[in-house]
Nanobody, 117 residues
Framework: QVQLVESGGGLVQAGGSLRLSCAAS????????MGWYRQAPGKQRELVAS???????YYADSVKGRFTISRDNAKNTVYLQMSSLKPEDTAVYYC???????????WGQGTQVTVSS
């Protein structure tokens, strides 16, 4: 499996911005699909955004136009730039690394994002 370490969470006012980072261990980062998920209290974990090894991206409808996912393969790092944050974006954000054929499905420890109104 892959070790993932998230950083960049915190407290921000509505309308503000944060950038989350997720650093991955190992030498196969470039071939993995990377995703950001979030889980709010009392709710199920949901996919926020993902990026494939080829750079194709997916965004949940709730964050389209506000969040941007990107990756730097040279640094083994995936980012989530979050702008125009809303109180409903408050959650623990988790990084995920996946590769179907290699049977990899790894999670980071999570980072708290709190948006105050």
């Amino acid at each position: 499996q892959v070790q993932l370490v998230e950083s960049g969470g915190g407290l921000v006012q509505a309308g503000g911005s944060l950038r989350l980072s997720c650093a991955a261990s190992g030498s196969i980062f470039s071939i993995m699909t990377m995703g950001w998920y979030r889980q709010a209290p009392g709710k199920q974990r949901e996919l926020v955004a993902s990026i494939t090894s080829g750079g194709s991206t997916y965004y949940a409808d709730s964050v389209k136009g506000r969040f941007t996912i990107s990756r730097d393969n040279a640094k083994n790092t995936v980012y989530l730039q979050m702008s125009s944050l809303k109180p409903e974006d408050t959650a623990v954000y988790y990084c995920n690394a996946a590769h179907r054929d290699l049977r990899i499905n790894s999670w980071g420890q999570g980072t708290q994002v709190t948006v105050s109104s």
